[in-house]
């Protein structure tokens, strides 16, 4: 069974939520507030072991025309940082809009009031639908053996 650990990175915080490919349903798990590079990985190899992820699915914040600008070049520097502490496979995913997602539902929730973060739930929308892309047959992962894209 492949357990995923989405993240959501940003500047300040960082979303995270878990999985499993044979639930096929994310939740939110965290948000970790940035404080340096060691701690935050510390905190996320934590997080890791307490759900006992085997794969970990990063979003990337892809431009609107699909390009990688600046920030998508940061998570991934993020994430090769983070490997050195938590050698597990990574997938990058399209986080695009994930954070309106994430706003709508909780919107739905919590009948209009505003939670002051909204990156777990963000990371869990990343994570659901990357899961929805798989079951749908959409996804060159589908096969439930993803094949690790590393960090460049």
Partial sequence: MITWLALDVGERRIGVAAGSDSAGLARP?????????????????????????????????????????FQAQRVRNFVRHLQRQLPLPVVF?????????ADEILQQIDQGRRRPHNDDVAAATILQSFFDERAAGDSPLRSGHPSPVQAS
């Fill in 29 to 69: 798990v965290a948000i970790i507030m940035r404080r340096s590079k060691r701690e935050d990985n510390a905190a996320l190899a934590r997080l890791a072991a307490q759900v006992d992820a085997t794969h970990l699915l990063v979003g990337l914040p892809y431009n609107m025309d699909g390009s990688e600008g």
């Fill in 93 to 101: 995913w399209d986080e695009r809009l994930s954070s309106f997602a």
